[in-house]
T-cell receptor
Framework: GAVVSQHPSRVICKSGTSVKIECRSL??????MFWYRQFPKQSLMLMAT?????????EQGVEKDKFLINHASLTLSTLTVTSAHPEDSSFYIC?????????????FGSGTRLTVV | QQQVKQSPQSLIVQKGGIPIINCAYE??????FPWYQQFPGKGPALLIA?????SEKKEGRFTISFNKSAKQFSLHIMDSQPGDSATYFC????????????FGEGTQLTVNP
């Protein structure tokens, strides 16, 4: 089945530094990638939608200059948290949309636990 | 109109029981309704999904019941096991490539031995 590989699974960084999270679609081409943020015991909150080769569309309230999304190829999308602060600590999850004719839907990465100290 | 309401927030059943999780939506343009299972520290994994042209779909121990007129759908887990203890999310989207998923609030299921 369609697999999205997300790395790193955990990262701890100092306040003020930047962190990059990668998501790779291993056996399909993800023309659309979604990035979510999840707080403990809460649902997934969509941060942005990215289409290959174009600028990401950010949800209201999400700072595009802080959460940089790059989707330069059909198999790789990255989220960079710039100048991270403790309030950015969260669980970040990517999801690729699969459209293979009979097989379609959304497949999720395994998530990245970001802790900013 | 984009909301998906999920209940209950938490659910505890004994092994072998049949937990039922319910979701209601407002947007009649939604026509893809997946259920996801999420374990702590992991991303959601697709369990089963349904489209509005059928009223029920079964895959293994998991069954979706869909009521288009009431705009409701539910997940039934037959013969539940302790390994089913996880958080379950319903979701909905429009049938266009790359359309966003709208998630329910989640249900934390505990299956006691």
């Amino acid at each position: 089945g369609a697999v999205v590989s997300q790395h790193p699974s955990r990262v701890i960084c100092k306040s003020g530094t930047s962190v990059k999270i990668e998501c790779r679609s291993l056996d399909f081409q993800a023309t659309t990638m979604f990035w979510y943020r999840q707080f403990p015991k809460q649902s997934l909150m969509l941060m942005a939608t990215s289409n290959e080769g174009s600028k990401a569309t950010y949800e209201q309230g999400v700072e595009k200059d802080k959460f940089l999304i790059n989707h330069a190829s059909l198999t790789l999308s990255t989220l960079t948290v710039t100048s991270a602060h403790p309030e950015d600590s969260s669980f970040y999850i990517c999801s690729g949309y699969v459209d293979g004719g009979q097989v379609y839907g959304y497949t999720f990465g395994s998530g990245t636990r970001l802790t900013v100290v | 109109q984009q909301q998906v309401k999920q209940s209950p927030q938490s659910l505890i059943v004994q092994k072998g029981g049949i937990p039922i999780i319910n979701c209601a939506y407002e947007n009649t343009a939604f026509d893809y309704f997946p259920w996801y299972q999420q374990f702590p520290g992991k991303g959601p994994a697709l369990l089963i999904a349904i489209r509005p042209d059928v009223s029920e779909k079964k895959e293994g121990r998991f069954t979706i019941s869909f009521n288009k007129s009431a705009k409701q759908f539910s997940l039934h887990i037959m013969d539940s096991q302790p390994g089913d203890s996880a958080t379950y999310f319903c979701a909905a989207s429009k049938d266009t490539s790359g359309s966003r998923l709208t998630f329910g609030e989640g249900t934390q299921l505990t299956v006691n031995p």
